[in-house]
T-cell receptor, first 114, second 115 residues
């Protein structure tokens, strides 16, 4: 049973435009959400996070939106740059004794074309 | 800077061999994790440890064991390697007692091929 879903395996956008990566979750115990970025042959690096008490968090070109009622979050990258081309993983953690574990989605490969 | 170091980047092992993947972190973190990454499957948690000599199974522990004799070191053991364990293995660490967020740090990964 997949608790964190990234339904788009890949996304292609033009440089300078907006990239929107989507993530859905099913476990209502999740209360902290993160995005990681991964280049080939490297480990994932943390990008941005959001707590369930917020609906938006912004860091430079990256903004994460959380819709708790829909159990949906999205990552917006504006403007997109070729160096943003990578696999993006959505992850979630929750209370109830498992707050140090992350559950990851399958990832979305973002390609930003010059 | 926090550093999580995985001792081997690329390994090729034969079916049935015992394989050790070693991971060391230098930030005195309580929590350490082993994930594997496979195309189309994302990152899946194999085992984690929240203290020395303590371990808990993740989502896919079958065929694996772990050892944490020292706080900074977390080893993943494949008792008898099989071809379906060919994958990229990622070690990670985080401080204890607080919510995960920008505090989980990954190593660069170990590519294991079992032939």
């Amino acid at each position: 049973d997949q608790q964190v879903k990234q339904n788009s395996p890949s996304l292609s956008v033009q440089e300078g435009r907006i990239s929107i990566l989507n993530c859905d979750y099913t476990n209502s115990m999740f209360d902290y959400f993160l995005w990681y970025k991964k280049y080939p042959a490297e480990g994932p690096t943390f990008l941005i996070s959001i707590s369930s008490i917020k609906d938006k968090n912004e860091d430079g070109r990256f903004t994460v939106f959380l819709n708790k009622s829909a159990k949906h979050l999205s990552l917006h990258i504006v403007p997109s740059q070729p160096g943003d081309s990578a696999v993006y993983f959505c992850a979630a953690s929750g209370s109830g004794g498992s707050n140090y574990k992350l559950t990851f989605g399958k990832g979305t490969l973002l390609t930003v074309n010059p | 800077d926090v550093k999580v170091t995985q001792s081997s980047r690329y390994l090729v092992k034969r079916t049935g061999e015992k394989v050790f993947l070693e991971c060391v972190q230098d930030m005195d973190h309580e929590n350490m994790f082993w994930y594997r990454q496979d195309p189309g499957l994302g990152l899946r948690l194999i085992y984690f440890s929240y203290d020395v000599k303590m371990k808990e199974k993740g989502d896919i522990p079958e065929g694996y064991s772990v050892s944490r004799e020292k706080k900074e070191r977390f080893s993943l053991i494949l008792e008898s390697a099989s071809t379906n364990q060919t994958s990229m293995y990622l070690c990670a660490s985080s401080p204890g007692g607080q919510q995960l967020g920008n505090t989980i740090y990954f190593g660069e990964g170990s590519w294991l091929t079992v032939v």
